[in-house]
């Protein structure tokens, strides 16, 4: 991905996270502190506060208007700009999709899509302002359908989709918006699975790089995609699966 980032790349810039207390979420957030980036850390969870460069956290649910809002003044409050948002925040339920529940089924997409547009719309202003970027956490799911996470992975080909079109028009604005979508991660929410025998034979039989991934390549991917080192992509959906979504 070009020249290896410098310790300070981030310096100066305020970085939003959301998801910041989940597996993925919050390797992102340490790869942005390691960068130097002003931390805005956001969970409905305990949201952790051990990194260098945290300015604020915010413990709530990101379906409320007012969490959301609370998320952007807190960037705004404590440096006066916002330069990065990445929406990490998402749940999954494994589950044939005919059994669901209407309950269940708007949990997934008010967590996964809803309040995830909703952050977009929110920040989009001060992004202008800032000339900052979008970086979204998709799926593998969202293109290769897996059992038991249809619902899952429609929320998050929507995800993928509204990317695209934030590109779209926020580019002539000056902001980037791209996405990162990860095949076999380790994590908290998918080690259960990923640890049954029969999932691992089912994986490993058509994933060339025969490995699990992990969250760190995941916040490599993000932070790559939020820096001036990838200035000229935006509507990109970048898979992060070792090969996954090609075989």
């Given at each position: 991905?070009?020249?290896?980032p410098s310790e300070d790349e981030f310096a100066g810039r305020t970085v939003v996270v959301t998801g910041a207390a989940g597996?993925?979420?919050?390797?992102?957030?340490?790869?942005?502190?390691?960068?130097?980036?002003?931390?805005?850390?956001?969970?409905?969870?305990?949201?952790?506060?051990?990194?260098?460069?945290?300015?604020?956290?915010?413990?709530?649910?990101?379906?409320?208007?007012?969490?959301?809002?609370?998320?952007?003044?807190?960037?705004?409050?404590?440096?006066?700009?916002?330069?990065?948002?990445?929406?990490?925040?998402?749940?999954?339920?494994?589950?044939?999709?005919?059994?669901?529940?209407?309950?269940?089924?708007?949990?997934?997409?008010?967590?996964?899509?809803?309040?995830?547009?909703?952050?977009?719309?929110?920040?989009?202003?001060?992004?202008?302002?800032?000339?900052?970027?979008?970086?979204?956490?998709?799926?593998?799911?969202?293109?290769?359908?897996?059992?038991?996470?249809?619902?899952?992975?429609?929320?998050?080909?929507?995800?993928?989709?509204?990317?695209?079109?934030?590109?779209?028009?926020?580019?002539?604005?000056?902001?980037?918006?791209?996405?990162?979508?990860?095949?076999?991660?380790?994590?908290?929410?998918?080690?259960?699975?990923?640890?049954?025998?029969?999932?691992?034979?089912?994986?490993?039989?058509?994933?060339?790089?025969?490995?699990?991934?992990?969250?760190?390549?995941?916040?490599?991917?993000?932070?790559?995609?939020?820096?001036?080192?990838?200035?000229?992509?935006?509507?990109?959906?970048?898979?992060?699966?070792?090969?996954?979504?090609?075989?």
């Amino acid at each position: 991905m070009g020249e290896t980032p410098s310790e300070d790349e981030f310096a100066g810039r305020t970085v939003v996270v959301t998801g910041a207390a989940g597996g993925i979420g919050r390797e992102i957030a340490a790869a942005f502190d390691r960068l130097g980036a002003d931390l805005v850390l956001v969970d409905v969870q305990v949201v952790p506060s051990a990194l260098r460069h945290v300015v604020a956290t915010v413990e709530g649910d990101l379906r409320q208007p007012e969490t959301v809002a609370e998320v952007v003044q807190a960037a705004l409050s404590e440096t006066g700009h916002l330069d990065v948002l990445v929406n990490a925040a998402g749940v999954q339920l494994r589950k044939p999709a005919v059994d669901l529940v209407d309950d269940e089924w708007r949990r997934l997409v008010d967590i996964n899509l809803s309040s995830l547009f909703a952050l977009c719309r929110a920040a989009a202003p001060h992004l202008v302002a800032s000339g900052g970027s979008i970086v979204n956490i998709s799926s593998s799911a969202a293109t290769h359908v897996q059992p038991d996470i249809a619902p899952y992975g429609a929320t998050k080909a929507a995800v993928s989709q509204l990317t695209k079109g934030l590109a779209a028009e926020l580019g002539p604005l000056g902001v980037r918006a791209n996405g990162v979508a990860p095949g076999y991660i380790t994590t908290p929410m998918t080690a259960s699975n990923l640890a049954r025998a029969d999932v691992q034979e089912r994986i490993f039989g058509r994933l060339p790089l025969q490995r699990l991934g992990t969250a760190a390549e995941v916040a490599d991917t993000v932070t790559f995609l939020a820096s001036d080192r990838a200035r000229y992509i935006t509507g990109a959906i970048i898979p992060v699966d070792g090969g996954y979504s090609v075989t």
